[in-house]
């Protein structure tokens, strides 16, 4: 085996990563590529691949971000929707021995894919990673939508009429490629991070960047897809997030608050579902986290794991005096509706504080 810089790697070698994900049989989420790390690599000197060789051949690919005292995460930690070791299913490995040969003490995952059998059982938690399944066209979609959430398509479409009324006629492009768009994406993303009192994450110069990388990025495996919602040609909602040939994964939604009675990121999602659809993608990944839009969207659930393999030694001890005090802090509010809403509420009062309101 051997530790590389992404960047290291040879074409024959990324063609040996995707060959392998190819006829893994998982769900082709783009995170799981290797453009995705290439990527992150961009814009994070810490990333890493093991090549993990048998019978002369690569056999593995494990992406990662080392830190100090050989304290590893997933690589693109906190933004990566989909985490893990891509493999061929005959590996032999366990992973503790393939922490050793990474010289890691601990490696960190909170969106780890179902079925990675190296790191699921070193998962505290799991949680739903909502989908939407357009499989079978559009139209299919949109009946079963109509009776698993007759309110919220009623409510949802007679926005849209009134936004188109009162705003301008609606225009949808589901590859945008002009940057203003992006940058207007990301400026009222930013806004939204802050008024509800959260992290801005693109605050921090290493996401922004990543995310205009992948913008540029167009392999079929893993390309950048903008979508923007138009009314008179003025940006009302717009989406960020990444597709393979079937699958879209979710990243980065958000509209104009301006607009917000017009509900315009909702109706930004059905048209990106039926473009999608007729796109040939199957799947759209909404990601992990309870949102009442995603309820109202979704056909159905994934699992994903958080929580972190670890090997003993002191490394593996303090990550655990690090990170799983404050892990099972969150899980513990997560599992109760009341606590969750009054946390939810918390942060947006404190975001309106920051703003002085």
């Not at 357009?134 to 959430?149: H, P």
């Amino acid at each position: 085996m051997r530790v590389v810089r992404p960047g290291e790697l040879n074409a024959g070698e990324l063609e040996i990563w995707r060959d392998i994900r190819a006829k893994s049989g998982a769900p082709a989420n783009p995170f799981m590529e290797p453009e995705f790390t290439l990527a992150v690599a961009h814009v994070r000197h810490s990333a890493r691949v093991a090549v993990v060789h048998e019978d002369g051949e690569p056999a593995a690919f494990f992406p990662f971000e080392k830190g100090a005292l050989g304290r590893g995460r997933a690589i693109g930690f906190g933004v990566s929707d989909c985490q893990g070791i891509v493999a061929r299913p005959e590996l032999a490995m366990e992973a503790r021995e393939l922490l050793r040969a990474c010289s890691l003490s601990a490696w960190e995952f909170d969106n780890l894919e179902a079925g990675q059998r190296l790191f699921v059982p070193d998962a505290a938690a799991a949680y739903p990673s909502f989908v939407v399944d357009v499989g079978a066209g559009y139209e299919a979609y949109e009946s079963g939508l109509r009776v698993r959430s007759p309110k919220f398509f009623r409510t949802t479409t007679a926005k849209e009429r009134r936004l188109g009324r009162q705003a301008g006629d609606l225009r949808f492009v589901f590859d945008e490629r002009d940057p203003r768009a992006l940058r207007q994406l990301m400026e009222w993303k930013s806004a939204q991070y802050r008024r509800t009192g959260r992290r801005d994450r693109f605050a921090q110069e290493w996401i922004s960047t990543l995310v205009r990388c992948l913008a540029h990025t167009d392999a079929p495996g893993c390309a950048g897809v903008l979508s923007v919602l138009y009314a008179a040609d003025r940006p009302v909602a717009a989406h960020f997030g990444l597709r393979s040939r079937t699958v879209l994964s979710c990243w980065f939604p958000s509209y104009d608050p301006e607009f917000a009675k017009y509900s315009p990121g909702l109706v930004l999602h059905l048209r990106i579902a039926e473009a999608a659809a007729w796109a040939g993608i199957g799947m759209l990944d909404l990601g992990r986290g309870a949102a009442e839009y995603k309820d109202a969207l979704k056909t159905g659930e994934i699992p994903v794991h958080e929580g972190a393999a670890v090997r003993p030694g002191a490394g593996a001890a303090l990550h655990r005096l690090g990170r799983e005090p404050s892990r099972r802090a969150h899980a513990f509010v997560r599992a109760r509706p009341g606590l969750a809403a009054l946390a939810q509420r918390t942060l947006k009062q404190a975001g309106r504080l920051r703003r002085g309101h």
